[in-house]
């Protein structure tokens, strides 16, 4: 039997709908906007905002490091997000400025919108409202999206450099996307993952590896996302741990105080985020 929806997860199924009023944008720094990219491995068209950091140069010499954040409407832009936004491109803007973590380019990739489910999840679970398409998507991104990024960007193309992050079943996809494609992700940001998905496939998915990655992992959970959610994201560190990881070195694991299944609460904690994956060297 599929595993019902469980009620800390309502905001990893279909998103709501954008708000009718119109809100002013809040981007800040360089982003770029490429409106409608396609892709031959999904139906669906969307926009991918990339934000560069202070300093980036297109004739220079100096290469960065990326980050690919799904839900890329709430990542950067009041105006575009389902409530509220992550401010990511403030909290990077601010580190970098600081000198508290690397300069990095950031990539924030829109969702599909009622596709949302079928993108973001590994397997088809009929009466959760699909899913299934985790593959495709991921192919998208390696195959299409990365190399375009690659190209027209100063990058630093390897693994070691690039990493790939979301929220609950954008959590969920990046950890699926990291096992997917070791040699192409090596960092991971996955936050409130929706690990409930497939009587937890992902946490099975991890038990399953023949051998450890090299992949540096950020996880984590709110306190106030419901007891079954610190459940399941105590067994996917677990599982991490079984195959190899260490908490506080390749493994950073945090239950966070007062961290609620939303938009404010993820943001609330994207530097510290960054400042794990992207450190200053």
Known sequence: MPSPIPPYASLGARPPEPPAERRPHTLTGDVRTHENFASRHLEQQRHVMVYLPPGYDAGGVRRYPVLYLHDGQNVFDRATAFGEEWQVDESAQALIMSGAISPLIIVAVYNAGAHRVDEYTPTELPDNGGGGHADDYGRML??????????????????????????????????????????????????????????????????????????????????REGAAASTNARALRDALVSRGWTVGEDLMYEEVEGGEHNEQSWGARIGRVLQYLFPKH
Do not use: C, N, Q
């Open 142 to 223: 390696v195959e299409e999206l990365k190399p375009f990024i690659d190209a027209g960007y100063l990058t630093l193309p390897s693994a070691a450099s690039t990493a790939v992050g979301g929220s609950s079943l954008g959590g969920l996809l990046s950890m699926h996307l990291g096992i997917r494609y070791p040699t192409v992700f090596g960092r991971l940001a996955v936050l409130s993952p929706s690990i409930w998905w497939d009587d937890r496939i992902i946490v099975r998915s991890v038990e399953a590896l023949p051998r450890k990655l090299p992949t540096r992992i950020w996880l984590d959970v709110g306190t």
